[in-house]
Structure formats: structure tokens, C-alpha cells
């Protein structure tokens, strides 16, 4: 089997990130932030970059198709917490699936009416769900192919939308007169946060990556950074384009009223459907994907050794997992979904770093960088929970509803069934343990 190099594990991490999130919250970002929205972008990226460093010291010692949940399970067991977590997990994948959907939507009705129609940007955003769901079930080949010329088709475009948009670039709106104050600046970026999240993806091909060690932290690493430097730039260019006034009444779609000023219509017409493109491609990717591999864990404890097992119920978890996204992208807004994601990946993240600090005799860590990972991932938790229970509490209620709903499921499926994660869940692992 041909080894994963850097360009690839590059491109799985940028993709993973660069998918809807950037399309669908920067209007939020940039209503919370005002002027200091690239510094929002700069507040969580540089919290994403920190957690990199636990995620790639875990996946050189624990190379596992199981990703993120193989290293909660090492560090605390498996038990009903781990178990938790996964669900966790999963439930934040479909909460991206939404937020993908609800993007899709918004820009598929700005495209065809100008403005936001919420009949068939509903209607919409569970058709794009419904179309890919129904095409991995009967065959994921008809569009993998077709995912690494995703990434760099989406790169390219919103690079050009930088360079292009530096030509009617007006830098008025950035002055700090113009910005909100620090704990505003602080909450834009954490609600945004979902927009780094796919970097862990790389944690699922560290077993097929080719000279770890040197290859993986180098792949985490540029990859986060070149989605900070890329998102701080789109910021600067759009708030350069638009006053906050218009990015506040277009927040689902304002990258595409950005481009009209240099443009025109066209503009306008070549950004919807790069952001209905890059987020079609992130549905198709997250339902085959991350969201199979916590589904399969949630029902075996384990990933199956049998390939039939693994495609059999990873078509059955395809569908629940379209299913409840749906039920979100229709039943919420952008903030809640948004909230809701950056809670639950901080919350996963937070974990992941004090994995990492208890394994550091395994992993060779830096202990002071694990733990400052994980005291930022917490604060930032609690700096998004608090601020909206002071300013907005009804934007918890999705936040509230999947974490109660995923706890009340954990604990009744692990009586009722008696279930339990494995030791590892990638039994490939497993096997490499025995035999040090």
C-alpha cells in the first residue's frame, strides 16, 4: 500500500478545515469582532495550533484509524467516560454536517434570489445531505476521486479572492477605533473555532503516513498555520469590502456580497458556488469519514477487523448521521449550530491535550505545552459558555440539548447493553503493542 507523504497529509489537514466553516461564520465573527475579526481568527487559530502539538506527539505514539477517540481511550481507559466522549465526538461531526448544510442553504438561496429565502434554503440544505448520503450508500468512488481536486480548487479560489479583493481594499473599518472590546474580540474567535477542527482528521492516516516522526508534526503544524495566515487574510479583505452594517444583514453568505465591489455579479455568482462546492465536498467527506469510523466505535467498542462489517454498518451509521444533521440544519440558526460545534470540539480538544499531558512518558512530550493546551482549550470553553449566558443564553440551547441528549443516551445504551470500548480500538494497533 502506497505511504501517505506530507503533501498529502498537508492537503487532509487544510481540506478538513478549509471545508464550510469559513463560508458560513465569518459574518459572525465579523458582527462580534467588528474591525478585529483577523484577530479573532488569529485567537482560535493559535489555540488550534497549540492543540496540533498533543495531537501529533499522540498520533506518533498511537497511530490508529480510531484518531481522536484511540488516544482518550489510551489515556483514560476504556470505560463509560471514553464511551461519552465518542458520542461526544460524533455528535460534533454531525453538528458540522449541519453547519455545512445550513452554509449550503444559505448560499444556494442568495444565488438563485439574491437574498436569504428560508423556505428553500431549508429545503436546500437537507437536499445536499439527503443527495450525498444516498450516493455513498451506493458508492463513495463516485466522488472520492474527486476530494483532493475539492481542496485545492477551493484554496485556489479563496486565494484569489485575496488578491483580487486587495484592489478595492479599504483599511478605514480595521482601525482599533473600530473594534469591539477584548472579551468580544475573544468570543468571535471561539465561536468560530469549528473552522480549524479538521486538522485531527490527520490523526486517522498516521498508521499509512510515511516516516512519521518527521512527517506528522510537519503536516499539523503547516497546516494550521497556513489556515490562520489564510483565514486573517479573507477577514482583512472582507471587512475591506463591506461595512459592518452589510456583513451583519448577509452573516450566512457575506463572502460572496465581499466580492462584489471588484466583481460586480460575477463576483458575487464565482464565490456562492465556490461555498455550495467546498461545502458539498465537506458533507461527502465528513458522512463517509470522521462520522463513520465514531459510529462503528459507538456500536462495537472497536473498529471491525471484517471489511464487510465495517461497510455494512458504516451505510447504517451514514443514514443516522444524515438524519439528525438535517433535523439541526432545519430546526436551528447559524449561531446556535456554530456555538454548539465550537463547544463540542473545545470540550473534545481540551481532553486531547490532557491526554497528552498524562501520556507524556509515552508520548515524549512537553508537559508545560500539553497543559497549556489544555488550560486555554478549558478557558475558552468556559469564556463561550459565560459570554452567551450573559448576552445570549438561547444560543446554548443546541449546545445544551446534544450534550444532555448524548449523556442520557451514553448511560442508558452502556446498562442496557452492557457496552464496552475495547483496550484499542484499532486492532492493528493492538497487534504493534503486542509485539514491543
Do not use: C
Request: charged share 10%.
Amino acid at each position: 500500500m502506497r505511504k501517505i507523504g506530507l503533501l498529502e497529509a498537508f492537503s487532509i489537514g487544510v481540506g478538513g478545515m478549509v471545508g464550510g466553516g469559513i463560508f458560513a461564520v465569518l459574518g459572525l465573527t465579523i458582527d462580534l469582532a467588528k474591525g478585529a475579526a483577523p484577530i479573532a481568527f488569529m485567537i482560535a487559530g493559535l489555540i488550534a495550533l497549540i492543540t496540533s502539538y498533543s495531537y501529533a506527539k499522540l498520533s506518533i505514539r498511537y497511530p490508529s484509524e480510531g484518531g481522536t477517540i484511540e488516544f482518550i481511550v489510551q489515556a483514560f481507559g476504556n470505560n463509560f467516560f471514553s464511551m461519552l466522549i465518542n458520542n461526544l465526538l460524533l455528535m460534533s461531526y454531525v453538528i458540522m454536517l449541519s453547519l455545512y448544510a445550513y452554509a449550503f442553504g444559505s448560499y444556494s438561496s442568495a444565488l438563485f434570489y439574491g437574498h436569504d429565502v428560508e423556505w428553500f434554503a431549508k429545503l436546500a440544505s437537507a437536499g445536499v445531505i439527503l443527495i450525498f448520503v444516498f450516493i455513498n450508500l451506493f458508492g463513495a468512488f463516485l466522488t472520492g476521486k474527486a476530494e483532493d481536486i475539492m481542496v485545492f480548487a477551493k484554496i485556489f479560489i479563496l486565494l484569489g479572492f485575496i488578491a483580487i479583493g486587495m484592489i478595492t481594499f479599504d483599511p478605514t473599518q480595521l482601525h482599533p477605533q473600530y473594534w469591539s472590546d477584548f472579551l468580544s474580540i475573544s468570543t468571535g474567535g471561539l465561536i468560530i473555532f469549528l473552522a480549524y477542527e479538521g486538522f485531527e482528521l490527520i490523526a486517522n492516516t498516521a498508521r499509512d503516513v510515511e516516516n512519521p516522526q518527521k512527517t506528522l508534526p510537519l503536516a499539523y503544524y503547516s497546516s494550521v498555520i497556513f489556515v490562520i495566515v489564510l483565514y486573517v487574510l479573507i477577514a482583512i479583505v472582507t471587512i475591506g469590502n463591506v461595512t459592518f452594517q452589510e456583513a451583519k444583514k448577509a452573516s450566512d453568505y457575506v463572502l460572496a456580497i465581499a466580492a462584489e465591489p471588484y466583481l460586480g455579479h460575477l463576483g458575487f455568482v464565482i464565490i456562492a458556488i465556490a461555498a455550495m462546492l467546498s461545502t458539498a465536498s465537506a458533507i461527502n467527506a465528513t458522512i463517509y469519514g470522521a462520522g463513520r469510523v465514531g459510529y462503528l466505535v459507538a456500536k462495537f467498542g472497536e473498529l471491525p477487523r471484517v471489511f464487510e462489517k465495517q461497510i455494512k454498518n458504516g451505510y447504517e451509521g451514514m443514514i443516522i448521521l444524515g438524519l439528525l444533521a438535517i433535523i439541526f440544519a432545519i430546526s436551528f440558526n447559524i449561531e446556535n449550530i456554530s456555538i454548539a460545534g465550537s463547544i463540542g470540539f473545545l470540550l473534545i480538544f481540551s481532553l486531547v491535550n490532557l491526554a497528552n499531558y498524562k501520556l507524556s512518558h509515552q508520548t515524549n512530550a512537553n508537559r508545560f505545552i500539553a497543559l497549556l493546551g489544555f488550560v486555554l482549550t478549558s478557558a475558552a470553553t468556559l469564556i463561550l459558555i459565560g459570554y452567551n449566558i450573559i448576552h445570549n443564553p438561547k444560543n446554548l440551547l443546541s449546545s445544551s440539548l446534544v450534550i444532555l441528549g448524548v449523556a442520557f443516551f451514553s448511560y442508558v445504551y452502556y446498562k442496557m447493553e452492557h457496552a464496552k470500548l475495547s483496550l484499542y480500538i484499532d486492532k492493528n494497533l493492538e497487534q504493534d503493542e503486542k509485539e514491543k
